[in-house]
């Protein structure tokens, strides 16, 4: 189905051909009202996102900075706490100097329109206060700069996922230089097919309404190619390498879950009945995902721990994203125990079967779990289970939805896998190798890379 640009007159009937599509295909500036609606900018819509771009941000710096600080060993700590930190300034950066133009601005259709945008809003050209971004209800509008900042978060958080994989043994230059790449090349093209209006899966009916491809299957299947390019770190699997402390990895897993309430509520754009649902599905999938995770590991372990807890959670928060204004409060509780299980089979029996180095499973989580919810979201959506369809509830179909989110899934694994692994061959190249050396390994990235310590 063709699907008419949210640039543009903001018309009834332009609105209603863009609801086929999810939470934030609301890109593109809407330029004039029409004479037959008159577009107002809400102060509380406003206040909202404004609200939600902020803890997204507290999501990330400092809440999946400390998640990941607190399970690396002690002479990593800061190591991962820097990488995360510059990590999000760079890519903010590139957000506003040309990723938000290519994912965002351009042709509606014809040439590369339906794999990526155009530089027509560089450094945010045409910006203004006074151009607005649509949302999903006629006759509501946002500035325009709300929106840019609300998708800068999600950029920022997507890139340093990444690191999880990769932890406690590349270099901090390739690092950076691996993540603007990937960023580039990857994430760019992947909100822009998902999430705007000429996109390719935009255009397929895909359902994504917080980030399932664009951001958790996309960043999870980077950082597994990543970590096996770069290789396992010295001791793996011959030697424990527990995490040095999980009351920090616990105060991250508190702050992404907080953080994910602007990021799934949020993406709504609006603060009406559908934001709570959103909101709602955000408390019971994650959850239901520690509850779940917590009993695989009695059963299979002997014992319930604190770290399953939170591992449970972030799983279902993964699974939840694609489907948080989708699904009714049951099926929310299902896909995030279901999330729960499989991650934790992920973890626990798939890594070590394969025997790759996913230091902080962000695949592991990441990339099953956004699997699992973006193909469960195709199930949850449905009416009779008590999901909110888009369009015609009664002509709404499991089969072909699953089918179009199927496609969505490896168009995502596909594309994020190449750009990986083209993306760590030149870091390798360009600086002589991406790994530390075995001795800036022994001691510890805080001493090898940044000259400091964490701890006396």
């Known amino acids: 189905m063709k699907i008419s640009k949210l640039l543009g007159g903001a018309t009834l009937?332009?609105?209603?051909?863009?609801?086929?599509?999810?939470?934030?295909?609301?890109?593109?500036?809407?330029?004039?009202?029409?004479?037959?609606?008159?577009?107002?900018?809400?102060?509380?819509?406003?206040a909202w996102m404004l609200v939600s771009t902020m803890v997204v941000i507290v999501m990330t710096i400092p809440g999946l900075a400390l998640f990941y600080g607190g399970l690396v060993r002690a002479k990593n700590i800061l190591s991962?706490?820097?990488?995360?930190?510059?990590?999000?300034?760079?890519?903010?950066?590139?957000?506003?100097?040309?990723?938000?133009?290519?994912?965002?601005?351009?042709?509606?259709?014809?040439?590369?329109?339906?794999?990526?945008?155009?530089?027509s809003?560089?450094?945010?050209?045409?910006?203004?206060?006074?151009?607005?971004?649509?949302?999903?209800?006629?006759?509501?509008?946002?500035?325009?700069?709300?929106?840019?900042?609300?998708?800068?978060?999600?950029?920022?958080?997507?890139?340093?996922?990444?690191?999880?994989?990769?932890?406690?043994?590349?270099?901090f230059g390739a690092l950076m230089a691996f993540l603007a790449i990937w960023?580039?090349?990857?994430?760019?093209?992947?909100?822009?097919?998902?999430?705007?209006?000429?996109?390719?899966?935009?255009?397929?009916?895909?359902?994504?309404?917080?980030?399932?491809?664009?951001?958790?299957i996309n960043s999870g299947v980077a950082a597994l190619v990543a970590a096996i390019v770069l290789g396992p770190r010295l001791g793996f699997m011959k030697e424990p390498i527990p995490p040095h402390n999980l009351v920090l990895t616990y105060i991250g897993a508190g702050l992404l879950w907080f953080g994910w309430f602007g990021f799934n509520a949020g993406s709504n754009l609006e603060a009406n009945a559908l934001t709570a649902v959103a909101l709602i599905n955000t408390v019971l999938a994650p959850a239901a995902g520690a509850l779940a995770w917590a009993l695989g590991e009695r059963i299979t372990r002997g014992h319930a721990?604190?770290?399953?807890?939170?591992?449970?959670?972030?799983?279902?928060?993964?699974?939840?994203?694609?489907?948080?204004?989708?699904?009714?409060?049951?099926?929310?509780?299902?896909?995030?125990?279901?999330?729960?299980?499989?991650?934790?089979?992920?973890?626990?029996?798939?890594?070590?079967?394969?025997?790759?180095?996913?230091?902080?499973?962000?695949?592991?989580?990441?990339?099953?779990?956004?699997?699992?919810?973006?193909?469960?979201?195709?199930?949850?959506?449905?009416?009779?289970?008590?999901?909110?369809p888009l369009g015609d509830a009664a002509a709404y179909s499991i089969g072909g939805q699953f089918m179009v989110q199927l496609t969505g899934v490896v168009i995502a694994v596909v594309w994020s896998g190449v750009v990986?692994?083209?993306?760590?061959?030149?870091v390798k190249a360009i600086f002589g190798g991406a790994r530390i050396s075995e001795a800036g390994e022994s001691d510890g990235l805080d001493l090898a890379s940044h000259g400091e310590r964490a701890y006396n």
């Not at 500036?29 to 609606?37: K, N, Q």
């Not at 100097?97 to 339906?114: M, Q």
């Not at 929106?147 to 978060?153: N, P, S, Y």
Request: proline share 4%; aromatic share 10%.
């Open 13 to 46: 009937a332009s609105l209603l051909l863009a609801l086929p599509a999810f939470a934030q295909d609301a890109a593109a500036p809407a330029a004039e009202a029409a004479a037959e609606v008159t577009a107002v900018v809400d102060k509380g819509d406003v």
């Open 80 to 119: 991962v706490l820097t990488q995360v930190f510059l990590g999000f300034s760079m890519i903010a950066i590139l957000w506003v100097a040309y990723g938000y133009s290519l994912a965002f601005a351009g042709p509606t259709e014809g040439g590369l329109s339906a794999f990526v945008g155009d530089l």
């Open 121 to 171: 809003k560089f450094f945010l050209s045409g910006v203004t206060l006074e151009s607005r971004a649509a949302t999903f209800s006629a006759g509501f509008e946002l500035p325009e700069m709300v929106f840019v900042v609300f998708q800068l978060t999600f950029a920022c958080i997507t890139s340093t996922l990444i690191i999880g994989g990769i932890a406690e043994r590349m270099k």
């Open 183 to 216: 960023f580039t090349f990857s994430y760019i093209p992947m909100a822009h097919m998902v999430w705007s209006g000429p996109g390719l899966l935009f255009g397929m009916g895909a359902y994504d309404f917080a980030g399932g491809t664009v951001v958790h």
């Open 305 to 388: 721990s604190a770290l399953g807890a939170v591992s449970g959670a972030v799983a279902g928060l993964v699974a939840i994203t694609p489907a948080a204004g989708f699904a009714g409060v049951g099926g929310a509780i299902v896909l995030g125990a279901i999330a729960g299980v499989v991650c934790l089979w992920a973890v626990v029996t798939l890594k070590p079967l394969l025997k790759y180095d996913d230091s902080l499973d962000v695949f592991g989580i990441h990339g099953v779990g956004g699997i699992i919810g973006a193909l469960g979201t195709a199930i949850v959506a449905a009416p009779g289970l008590g999901g909110y």
């Open 420 to 426: 990986a692994l083209v993306a760590m061959l030149i």
